[in-house]
């Protein structure tokens, strides 16, 4: 950056995002804004300073800002991870840099012998710092199936993690102002949580002999990434990936966000773009869950994962704006009204129906959610008629606007879409008319699902311009199929 100077102080300047001194530099284009090393490309992207700052409070954290009017589609900032890996709760074996899942033929490091693709991978970025760790205790990969479940992938990322200690210690120092909710995990954390934690402390101390990483230590980082990891975008035929992005990681949640993420595959660079317009001094939020989720399961996910109650306008409206996502029938004679929760930011919280003002407990309601959810397990994986059938059985219990209802119709707009591109490229054998209704279904079912998300998403997402899209397709179908019939 022209103008740009790296300067050791510890009393004069700061990193504008994480608030760490030391060695910092100052903007050569703005020279308003210092910042350390990783969160360098947190301010700067292709000559343009992004337009945030970073703000904090006691009961929000760190936070961004935004300095000035942020247009829709403006890329607010740009960020890269400081480290990345497999899940941390299971996964298949997978290439330790790029994550492309193994087979039994792959290419093994020839160093530690866990799967890579091949010698570039061997020595790329991810795996390097590992590896030389792994040799130095002499532990080597033993690996008999790649089709199932390997429990040493469940420590490979919280390792990553803590060797930034030794080999990264600018990005350590932004990784260890992050929250861990260490006593809420403490209180809350199930069995499974537990076992998971013990079997990454014995690779980390007893497997690879690093004693240098106390019990606290490695639950620490485990948090970490519980708290402020991003789910990567992977490619079909890699593993399910995770990173922790050293700006990005200060943007709060609201189910009705301002901004979208882009992520890239290639390097796993983090765009986050304004999805309506921002106004200067508005806080730049993101969404930690998607739009599809009710409140029943949306307010427990984001409480039981990050320990806060969201406070969002959808959050504390019990029918989530008029569209009733959540709501269970009265089960009073004669009563055709629905049950909503009393306090919908309560987990646990009573629900009263609409209509009678009957009161049931979250028992009630959640007898009748493991009812549908069932049904819906069972007959998942049959023919798309079984699951209309399954939605009109279900609509006696729940809403026609319940996520759940959404859910299966979303599972049968996926299979009708890959039965229109099957047919678009040549290697479906369906007839015109089967096509024809694949598309008219399709279109139908999308409609009730996009005008719901339409009313409870973010401004800007844009649902019922997909569905005219949609729509579209379905009626230029039409016309070339009929085209085709008459000239034949």
């Known amino acids: 950056l022209p103008g740009a100077v790296w300067v050791s102080t510890m009393e004069t300047a700061v990193c504008f995002v994480c608030g760490v001194g030391g060695v910092v530099e100052r903007c050569g284009l703005c020279e308003e804004v210092w910042y350390c090393q990783p969160h360098r490309h947190g301010h700067v992207g292709q000559g343009v300073c992004y337009p945030f700052r970073v703000e904090d409070s006691k009961e929000a954290g760190r936070y961004l800002v935004a300095t000035r009017t942020i247009s829709k589609g403006e890329v607010v900032m740009s960020d890269y991870p400081v480290v990345c890996g497999p899940i941390y709760t299971r996964s298949k074996p997978a290439c330790m840099n790029c ?38 205790a002499g532990f080597k990969a033993d690996i008999t199936s790649c089709q199932e479940f390997c429990p040493v992938y469940s420590c490979i990322t919280p390792l990553r993690l803590l060797l930034l200690k030794k080999f990264s210690r600018p990005a350590w120092s932004i990784v260890d102002t992050f929250m861990d909710h260490d006593e809420d995990r403490a209180r809350k954390d199930s069995p499974a949580w537990k076992i998971h934690e013990i079997l990454v402390v014995n690779f980390i101390q007893k497997s690879l002999k690093l004693s240098e990483f106390s019990h606290t230590d490695i639950r620490r980082a485990i948090g970490i990434l519980r708290t402020n990891s991003a789910k990567l975008d992977m490619m079909r035929g890699y593993g399910d990936g995770v990173a922790v992005y050293p700006t990005y990681s200060y943007t709060n949640h609201s189910c009705v966000c301002n901004s979208l993420t882009k992520k890239y595959h290639k390097d796993h660079k983090l765009e986050l773009v304004a999805q309506s317009q921002i106004n200067p001094g508005d806080q730049i939020w993101t969404r930690y869950t ?80 493991k009812m549908v959810l069932d049904d819906i397990g069972k007959h998942r994986d049959e023919d798309n008629e079984s699951l209309l059938n399954v939605i009109k059985k279900q609509e006696e219990f729940v809403h026609p606007n319940h996520y759940l209802i959404n859910g299966v119709k979303e599972i049968i707009i996926q299979r009708l879409m890959m039965t229109i591109r099957e047919y678009n490229s040549g290697v479906s054998k369906s007839s015109p008319e089967e096509i024809l209704a694949a598309y008219k279904l399709r279109t139908s079912l999308f409609r009730d699902v996009a005008t719901i998300l339409q009313t409870v998403d973010s401004v800007g997402a844009g649902w019922l311009e997909k569905l005219q899209k949609m729509a579209a397709e379905e009626q230029e179908k039409i016309g070339e199929i009929r085209k085709n019939n008459s000239s034949s």
């Open 99 to 136: 994550l492309k899942l193994a087979t039994a033929e792959s290419y093994r490091c020839s160093k530690c012998e866990f799967p890579v693709c091949d010698p570039e991978c061997e020595d790329g970025v991810w795996h390097k710092d590992e590896c030389s760790v792994f040799q130095a």
């Open 290 to 369: 998607t739009p599809q989720l009710g409140t029943f399961q949306r307010v427990s996910d984001i409480q039981k994962t990050w320990h806060f109650a969201c406070s969002c306008a959808r959050c504390q409206d019990p029918t989530e704006f008029g569209t009733m996502m959540s709501a269970v029938r009265c089960t009073a004679a004669d009563c055709k009204g629905y049950l909503l929760p009393k306090c919908p930011t309560l987990v646990g919280s009573p629900w009263r129906c609409d209509t009678c003002s009957k009161t049931v407990g979250i028992s009630g309601v959640q007898t009748v959610m």
